[in-house]
């Protein structure tokens, strides 16, 4: 039974050394070659190029009224930029709503924080995800 063992260590020692052998040895003729296609370069320039016209990064904001009253929120808009002057604020249309989304914010960590701080004015508003305008950010 010893035996048994004692051959099993011997084997697992004897691989242990190859495999460290093994990874000391180093080739110093070896080179990598890297081939590209041409058009690989005209896609990345184009992508920059799309980049700077988008101007706007995936992002959150919060929605403090959604309804189908267009005075309402218009009224809501002008009175959140009253009370946060810092704040952006945004009126959207998508049929047949209106939705009031203010900020821009890059985390929907800072997003929360936020929403807690208006919570008590704004009793129904919540976190969405949206594209944010990179112009906005500070």
Do not use: W
Not at 32 to 51: A, F, S, Y
Not at 78 to 104: C, I, L
């Amino acid at each position: 039974m010893k035996d048994k063992y004692f051959l099993n260590f011997l084997i697992f020692c004897f691989l242990i050394s190859n495999s460290s052998f093994a990874q000391t040895k180093a080739d110093t003729d070896s080179a990598i070659i890297i081939t590209k296609d041409q058009r690989l370069d005209e896609l990345v320039q184009k992508q920059k190029e799309i980049n700077m016209q988008k101007q706007s990064i995936p992002g959150y904001r919060i929605q403090v009224y959604f309804g189908g009253d267009r005075q309402k929120a218009n009224d809501l808009k002008q009175e959140f930029v009253v009370k946060h002057p810092d704040m952006s604020a945004y009126v959207t249309y998508q049929q047949p709503n209106f939705k009031v989304r203010v900020g821009d914010f890059r985390t929907r960590l800072e997003a929360g924080r936020f929403l807690k701080q208006i919570g008590g004015e704004y009793t129904s508003s919540f976190i969405v995800p949206e594209e944010i305008s990179i112009k906005q950010l500070k």
